[in-house]
């Protein structure tokens, strides 16, 4: 008696990454009593399982190789140039790894304004810094008074030097007002980051597939996808350089202003308000002369004006009185007036 095997093939749909589906294979085979006779049944299935996943393996590689623009979803690209994942996001940040831009302003009182500024400037480059702005006043005069003049100052120091650098800056005169503030702009460059390397990574693979292509139109298209993603590269990576800027340095606005025009500290004792009494006193009295003085030449003119038309009409009103007499005396006599 020949010993029997039977083996049952059946093709089934499976679906691949990407949505994509191909036909596998199942195989169940009857026991029999022979080994021999399940060896070709065997031998069968494994050749048959082995060419359907090389076929699908193939088919998945060559949908992988596409690109947008030669018939490939848009949706893989989209999304590797969009940037980070929502896991890299919501990832804690350390306080080394921070972007933090600082600014604020500083203003002194000191004797000589143009020299401690030239000072200050010293102060910054020495700390690696670098002046932007920088801007000096001239003498002034108040009434009797006259200040030493003022300076402004525009300053860019390293954010990691700062607190060393005001210390020193302050130590220039007397501090009035010191204001500091800080954004948080890490996320901002992670994502630019992100965004800036899939773009790099994006850009390499469609050289990569320029050079393969076999098509006019396929290198029409993909020269304009290069265009595009290097213009939003070179925007990306300004952003990176103005970033890098602000928050390795940070801006300070120094001020230096003389003690003539230095702000008034408010009385709180008796003392105090009575010589703050006494100086607002002494400064209405001299705003008010210094009123009296522009508008004196002006009521001089005006009086001289005044006594010119008076006598004027003085002389014109006795003449015509000295008239009316003559006529009544004439009137009186009967003489006829000359």
Known sequence: MQASAQVTIALQPKTLGGGHEFVGSSVSAMRTPRLLST???????????????????????????????????????????????????ASPVSDDNRAVITSGSLYLTVEA???????????????????????????????????AGGAELLLRIPAYRLTAT???????GELEELQLSSTDVTREV??????ATALRSSITRLLALQDAADTVDDLIDLESAISQRQAELESLESQQRYYAD?????????T????????????????????????????FGSGLLVIVGVL???????????????????????????????????????????
């Not at 401690?116 to 932007?132: L, M």
């Not at 602000?246 to 120094?254: A, D």
């Open 113 to 147: 304004p143009s020299e401690a500024a030239t000072e200050a400037v010293s102060i910054v480059e020495a700390a690696g810094g670098r002046v932007d702005g920088r801007q000096e006043f001239a003498p002034r005069t108040f009434g009797d008074a006259k200040d």
């Open 166 to 172: 005001l210390e020193k800056l302050k130590a220039l």
């Open 190 to 195: 992670q994502d630019i980051d992100a965004r």
């Open 256 to 283: 230096l202003g003389s003690e003539e025009v230095a702000p008034v500290d408010e009385p709180d004792t008796f003392l105090s308000g009575l010589l703050a009494g006494w100086q607002a006193l002494v400064t």
């Open 39 to 89: 060896i070709p049944a065997l031998a069968l299935a494994a050749l048959l399982l082995s060419g359907c996943a090389a076929a699908g393996s193939q088919e998945s590689a060559s949908d992988s190789d596409r690109m947008p623009g030669l018939g490939a979803p848009e949706s893989l690209e989209s999304e590797a140039v969009g940037g980070s994942s929502s896991g890299d996001l």
């Open 296 to 338: 004196l030449p002006w009521l001089v003119t005006f009086a001289l004006i005044g006594v010119v038309v008076l006598v004027i009409v003085r002389a014109i009103v006795k003449r015509h009185q000295a008239n009316e007499r003559a006529a009544e005396a004439h009137a009186a006599t009967g003489t006829p007036a000359s």
């Open 246 to 254: 602000q928050v390795g340095l940070s801006t300070l606005t120094l």
